[in-house]
């Protein structure tokens, strides 16, 4: 299942595919994840695992899959935390009670995505959540209920120049369909009618400013995410927060412009 937005970028139509299912990210065949991997480097075990074993990891699943799976803890719905309420028996959580990255994905399935069950997109979503957990945001959910994971599975041809996760952002925010106007312009700027401060997206962040005017990537905090080495809505916002848009920091004293500009 997919679903199809189309929005102005510098006048030019774009077409975006939001990924209701992680069905065209990857088809693992008859080879399961991991599979050539040893035992070890997950579990603590040498070369076998037995049913008594499994449980016991050498670290939480979210370092251990984050080892492969880069900042996906951070583009993604949370995960390491005792959930309010029981999940469905088909969402299993660990030994401490945790919801996990196993409780959505089968780490060692050969189904695409590694996805437990049949459900996908708002399906399966509200295998754990009602509906009135959506309701209070601004989209109503819409934007969660495409992927578990921002940006998953869209690829985009070359004449794009924005990451793939500001343009699913842009899926729903753009001049026509989001009250707050917040479109990209033809020279590649962000620009927001609610009165937020305007910005270029798309472009890469220096490794070095020869001008000393920004700061060296390498002194950036992590949680100024650039994808692909570009400036990105998630630069400076956090997904899968209950306050729409909330700042990866506070902009007190233009605390966060200050992160890149050195001024």
Not at 63 to 85: D, E, R, T
Not at 163 to 187: F, K
């Amino acid at each position: 299942m997919f679903s199809f937005r189309g929005f102005l970028i510098g006048g030019i139509g774009v077409l975006v595919i939001g990924v209701i299912s992680w069905g065209v990210l990857a088809d693992f065949g008859a080879k399961p994840h991991l599979a050539g991997i040893s035992c070890g480097k997950c579990h603590l075990s040498d070369t076998t695992v037995s049913p008594a074993q499994a449980k016991k990891l050498v670290a939480s699943q979210e370092v251990i899959c984050g080892s492969c799976h880069a900042k996906a803890l951070q583009l993604s719905h949370p995960s390491g935390f005792v959930p309010q309420g029981k999940l469905p028996a088909g969402y299993p959580v660990d030994w401490k009670g945790d919801l996990t990255c196993s409780t959505c994905h089968e780490v060692h399935g050969t189904n695409p995505g590694l996805l437990r069950g049949d459900k996908r997109g708002k399906a399966l979503c509200l295998s754990c959540h009602d509906q009135a957990f959506f309701e209070h945001m601004k989209d109503t959910g819409n934007s969660l209920q495409q992927s578990g994971h921002l940006g998953a599975g869209i690829t985009l041809g070359s004449q794009i120049a924005i990451d793939p996760i500001s343009l699913q952002c842009m899926g729903c925010h753009n001049g026509e369909s989001d009250a707050a106007g917040v479109r990209v312009d033809r020279s590649g700027v962000m620009r927001h009618s609610s009165g937020a401060a305007n910005h270029p997206i798309g472009i890469l962040y220096p490794a070095f400013s020869r001008s000393g005017d920004l700061r060296p990537r390498s002194m950036l905090s992590k949680k100024i995410l650039l994808p692909g080495g570009k400036l990105s809505c998630v630069s400076c916002h956090q997904v899968y927060k209950k306050q729409h848009g909330q700042l990866v920091m506070s902009n007190n004293g233009s605390a966060l412009c200050m992160q890149c500009h050195n001024l």
